[in-house]
């Protein structure tokens, strides 16, 4: 039997794995917080692309899309960092945001305490674009990028 489930990075509180094309963000500890009964990584991944994405608290999956500013394993790898960063009780909720809501988007309080390049982050995830998330938080791209990669490596 081919395994189509590719573990992608491992980080202490999930990991993230390629499955058909999307990249998909498993924190520590899924099974027992699920009300499904998934016995393996590859079911909570398959059960998370699947018709059924809302049962599995904390799991976010990012899609490839050919008009986003970055590709799905960068959201991912962002959206890692950020769990990584930010000291949670609970899973971190993701939600997509359309284009036309980016006025609406909401940061959590516990990613605003982080700094300015949680932030920029946080707003990558969404699909916002460098000059966008500068334009919410008051500073140039070039900036926004340097506070992005610096968040990556764990400096901000």
Known sequence: ???DIELRDDFAEGSIYEFRGAFVYVPSRTSDRVDVDVESVEEMV???????RGTLPGVVVFES????PR???TYAQLWATIVET????NPLKWRPTTH???????????IAAEGTAAMAAYLATQGFENSEIGDALGVGS????????DFQKGER
């Open 1 to 3: 039997m081919v395994v």
């Open 46 to 52: 398959r059960a998370a692309t699947g018709m059924n």
């Open 65 to 68: 899309t050919e008009d986003g």
């Open 71 to 73: 590709d799905a394993e």
């Open 86 to 89: 930010v000291d949670l009780e």
């Open 100 to 110: 036309d809501e980016c006025w609406r988007v909401g940061i959590p309080a516990v």
């Open 142 to 149: 070039r900036t926004v990028s340097q506070y992005i990669s």
